[in-house]
């Protein structure tokens, strides 16, 4: 399987992967700051990640795999394409918000850190403030060089 991840812009589509993984879908839109990256096998979405860009920081969020191809290290791949995505683009500092894979991202290097000291520009985004429950963890990882 090639590891090349391209843009993704096909909004049903990428709802669909969400949906199929039990992930929200409920602010999934093109805004300016939010890009999905992804893999198509025979133009079907089988991962998918958002990157929220917010300055000098990023939300990493909605990354899904389809069941089929789960255990493939893709889903990680994917991450790490994010990862120095953002860093390309200018951003130190990545935070995301977990119910039930804090153990994943704990071996990409997420380390969980208070609510309390998160940028105001990733607590205002509606991943943060509405969407996920309050007892989401958060992590953060410092962009790769």
Known sequence: ?????????????IKALLESCELS????????SLYFYGKKIDSTIVAVVGLEILGSSALIRSVAVS?????TGIGKRLVSYAESTA?????????MLTTDAHDYFY???Y??????????????????STICPSN???MSKETPC
Do not use: C, W
Request: charged content about 30%; overall charge negative.
């Open 111 to 128: 380390r969980p850190v208070s609510r309390a000291v998160v940028p105001e520009e990733i607590e205002t985004t509606q991943q943060f």
């Open 67 to 71: 069941a089929e191809h789960r255990g």
């Open 136 to 138: 989401a963890l958060l």
């Open 1 to 13: 399987m090639s590891t090349e991840f391209n843009p993704i812009t096909e909004l049903s589509e």
């Open 87 to 95: 860093a390309s683009k200018g951003v130190e500092k990545l935070y």
């Open 107 to 109: 071996k990409l290097g």
């Open 25 to 32: 879908t409920e602010d999934i839109d093109l805004k300016k």
